[in-house]
């Protein structure tokens, strides 16, 4: 599905369940592959872009993982373009809370995830570099 998902947003495709999608490139924490991943990104100022880790289960999903381990070698493609190196980092306290604020107000379905985790999803800032 992934495959799929990445070649619409390579064609130029923006949006994806009402939310504007991109791919996000790392490198994986233990086999060190290349790994694309499609995501919903949410505005984040200053050509920053937010993504979410919620991934649905109890743990933190992979490609966050693989984002943490690699911080150094993340990407982001977006629809249509080529992928643009970026700075990663999670947004903690008062930064988090703004930035879930907006976020939720766009997508409440992120909310209603939130509430059914035990963990709190990690937002983070990508920043061209």
Do not use: C
Not at 12 to 18: A, H, I, N, P, T
Not at 90 to 107: F, K, M, S
């Amino acid at each position: 599905m992934n495959a799929f998902t990445n070649t619409r947003i390579r064609r130029g495709r923006s949006k994806l369940m009402g939310m504007d999608v991109l791919i996000l490139h790392t490198v994986g924490r233990r086999s060190g592959q290349r790994r694309e991943t499609p995501l919903a990104w949410f505005d984040g100022g200053e050509d920053a872009r937010l993504i979410i880790a919620s991934g649905g289960g109890a743990r933190h999903p992979d490609w966050y993982a693989n984002l943490v381990a690699h911080t150094d070698q993340v990407s982001i493609e977006l629809p249509g373009r080529d992928a643009v190196p970026v700075t990663a980092s999670r947004l903690e306290g008062a930064d988090r809370e703004q930035a879930w604020g907006r976020i939720t107000a766009a997508q409440p379905r992120y909310a209603k995830y939130q509430s059914k985790s035990d963990r709190e999803y990690p937002v983070i800032r990508l920043t061209p570099r």
